[in-house]
């Protein structure tokens, strides 16, 4: 089977470009609009205002031979490009990696940096007129004025198209992956499209775990982005009240805060290829999510390398790594919780067996065997 992957940014420290990268052959072919970094893969699509450049398109797959086109995100996608591929008997996928599906702001956090309750659906636009501070007003009323906004907020009017444009797209998608039960759950209470569902783990590659001694102490690490939804906020206030002066936490990622706590040291960015170096300078792996992650690769690393993972309760971890012994779950967006879990890893460190790994993870031969069986059974 070969597959045509389409990505709306291709870039090095994101984990569905990461995703990407390992789940497509060295023949087969990348479509995106922005790519920010060298890969012989990859062919970039022109845009035309706010979406794909129809023609351009299909100008560039015009040669390409593939069985399924596999979509990593709908962003910049129109239904006419999909319904013109229907015509050529192609199958077509989509990969949930996050909610951008039902959600303009794809982590479901609103704009006062909580957790949306919702309806994430048709209405879920609604929650980008509170940036405007003439309406501080409920939803009933500011869903009685929306015809009359669309008339004078382009911006919102925008994103009214691509959400009506989403609901055509889903009519000619064949199926929807989801990495968790947790994402598929979350989504489709709002995408309904149950029947086209199917949810698949995500694979892990092999890594070459290096073995690290262990210490008196644990290093702490976080892998990932100081921005809000990721939940760094929350480490940073367990530590500022973590009283042990012999525990370190190193930071890696595209990390910008102010520190003056000696234990912490930013890292700072690193290239995918160097995860190996990275997960041997550390013991224990923080994942303070704040927005319900999909899957989190760098829990999937991290188990696989052997190291203790901490993480929020709103992320997928306790699906993922099921009966992994070395998992510890906190209260989302809990200082206090965190700070005792800390804790407990540090009075039970002694006993805790550095050598154990979680091995339960799909190979990417098994995940692409899964993908082919699933849109292409009828034809074999």
């Given at each position: ?9 291709y ?118 007129m509170?940036?405007?501070l ?6 009933q ?23 009506n444009?989403?609901d ?5 998608i ?56 990721k ?22 990622g ?25 997960l ?23 188990a ?77």
């Amino acid at each position: 089977m070969k597959i045509l992957h389409y990505i709306d940014h291709y870039k090095d420290d994101g984990g569905s470009s990461c995703f990407v990268k390992e789940l497509a052959l060295v023949d087969e072919t990348i479509l995106t609009t922005k790519s920010d970094f060298e890969d012989g893969r990859v062919k970039k699509v022109l845009l035309k205002g706010n979406f794909l450049d129809e023609e351009d398109f299909f100008k560039k797959i015009d040669k390409e031979k593939f069985d399924l086109f596999l979509l990593h995100s709908l962003k910049f996608l129109t239904p006419k490009i999909l319904s013109e591929l229907k015509k050529r008997n192609v199958k077509i996928g989509y990969i949930s990696h996050d909610y951008y599906s039902i959600c303009e702001r794809v982590v479901l956090i609103n704009n006062r940096n909580m957790l949306c309750s919702g309806p994430y659906g048709k209405n879920c636009i609604y929650c980008y007129m509170d940036k405007y501070l003439f309406i501080p007003i409920t939803r009933q009323i500011r869903d009685l004025l929306f015809p009359f906004l669309l008339l004078v907020l382009k911006r919102l009017k925008w994103y009214k198209d691509r959400k009506n444009f989403f609901d055509e797209i889903f009519t000619f998608i064949d199926r929807i992956i989801y990495p968790s039960k947790k994402s598929f759950e979350i989504t489709d209470r709002f995408l309904k499209q149950k029947e086209k569902s199917v949810i698949i783990n995500n694979f892990q590659k092999d890594i070459d775990c290096e073995k690290r001694e262990k210490g008196d102490y644990p290093v702490f690490a976080f892998i990932g982005h100081s921005s809000y939804h990721k939940g760094l906020q929350t480490i940073l206030k367990a530590f500022k009240i973590l009283k042990n002066e012999n525990i370190k936490l190193l930071l890696y990622g595209n990390i910008k805060i102010k520190n003056k706590d000696k234990r912490i040291v930013i890292k700072g960015k690193f290239k995918s290829e160097k995860i190996d170096e990275v997960l041997k300078s550390f013991d224990v792996l923080i994942f303070p999510s704040i927005w319900p992650e999909t899957s989190g690769r760098v829990i999937f690393e991290g188990a696989k390398c052997g190291k203790v993972i901490i993480s929020s309760n709103l992320t997928a971890a306790k699906e993922l790594l099921k009966g992994y012994p070395k998992l510890f779950i906190f209260e989302n967006r809990n200082h206090l919780d965190l700070k005792s879990v800390i804790e407990k890893v540090l009075k039970d460190w002694g006993k805790i067996d550095m050598n154990l790994k979680y091995s339960k993870f799909y190979s990417v031969e098994i995940y692409r065997n899964k993908l082919e069986d699933l849109f292409l059974e009828g034809r074999k």
